[in-house]
């Protein structure tokens, strides 16, 4: 059984910063790609990025520039650093793992979720 936990959410102000974590359990941490999703009230969870077992990323259009994807094999750990943060920022966070469907900007295409993490921004 995979357990995600997440962290490191809160509240901060527009332009301000925060860094996400991601702690999994389970020692094949390092086989699976990992991602990152967002869900705001009434809205759909979105993807946010993605970082494959090699480290290649890829971010939506809307944190592009703004947000980093990393990883830490060793540690079972993956990161999001968010930076330019704006009030549209503002959801639960969720780190997830990859399946096997190969759909990684679909939350379809991801096995096991962790609880999720507040962000608010204000304005």
């Known amino acids: 059984q995979v357990q995600l936990v997440e962290s490191g959410g809160g509240l901060v102000q527009a332009g301000g910063s925060l860094r996400l974590s991601c702690t999994a359990s389970?020692?094949?941490?390092?086989?699976?790609?990992m991602g990152w999703f967002r869900q705001a009230p009434g809205k759909e969870r979105e993807f946010v990025a993605r970082?494959?077992?090699?480290?290649?990323?890829y971010y939506s259009d809307s944190v592009k520039g703004r947000f980093t994807i990393s990883r830490d094999n060793a540690k079972r750990l993956v990161y999001l650093q968010m930076n330019s943060l704006k009030p549209e920022d503002t959801a639960v966070y969720y780190c997830?793992?990859?399946?096997?469907?190969?759909?990684?900007?679909?939350?379809?295409?991801?096995?096991?979720w962790g609880q999720g993490t507040q962000v608010t921004v204000s304005s």
């Open positions: 970082i494959s077992r090699s480290s290649s990323t």
């Open positions: 389970g020692r094949t941490f390092s086989w699976y790609d």
């Open positions: 997830a793992r990859e399946g096997q469907s190969g759909t990684y900007y679909s939350p379809s295409g991801y096995d096991y």
